[in-house]
């Protein structure tokens, strides 16, 4: 057995025994000083790229998932407390989008004042956070998401938020009606 195979073997255990995802300097803490953790990624993913689980990143740290064609076998009734508002749901939206992003912002992105419970919510559910605050008069906080709405939406990072053509493209943005709507209904 070649080095790059035991290194593959030790990645590949290390990834089916972990609780949860590991980011690269965790594995490479564990494995053999001087290997190619790009390379031993890439191998254990080919490995499993046409089984039952396969290795994917999300936010940032490596994971085996179900692969998406089997994920209907693994469905299961789960009871949810309830489901986020639309009030909720745009916030979190404008702030995975603009993070990071202050209450003040986030209202005047929405046209409307956000209810105190909205950001507790949010941040209940362990979807956002606080990141800081900006270095303007009254000091305001500002948020931004977190790994668990990363993990929970399978996001590999910020960036993989899909784009205003994808959302268009997947009819999840209503188009703009006609400018010339109205015309000719006018009476002479």
């Known amino acids: 057995m070649s080095k790059v195979e035991k290194e593959v073997r030790i990645l590949e255990a290390l990834l089916f025994a972990a609780s949860d995802p590991l980011d690269r300097k ?4 564990q494995l053999p000083v001087n290997c190619n953790i790009e390379l031993l990624l890439e191998r254990v993913r080919e490995l499993y790229a046409d089984r039952g689980v ?3 990143c999300v936010a940032g740290r490596w994971c085996f998932r179900t692969a998406p064609d089997l994920a209907h076998f693994m469905q299961r009734e789960v009871t949810m ?4 508002s639309r009030a909720a749901t745009e916030t979190l939206a404008i702030i995975a989008y603009h993070q990071p992003i202050t209450r003040a912002e986030i209202e005047e992105i929405r046209g409307v004042s956000l209810s105190r419970g909205t950001l507790d919510l949010l941040l209940q559910a362990g979807w956002i956070r606080l990141r800081g605050r900006r270095r303007t008069p009254g ?3 500002t948020y931004g998401t977190t790994i668990s709405f990363l993990e929970y939406f399978g996001l590999e990072d910020i960036e993989s938020l899909p784009g205003l053509d994808e959302l268009k493209a997947a009819g999840l943005l209503q188009p ?5 709507i109205g015309e000719g209904d006018a009476e002479p």
């Open 54 to 56: 396969n290795l994917v």
């Open 139 to 141: 000091r305001p906080v």
């Open 176 to 180: 703009m009606p006609p400018e010339n």
């Open 26 to 29: 965790s594995l490479v803490a």
């Open 81 to 84: 407390p309830r489901r986020l």
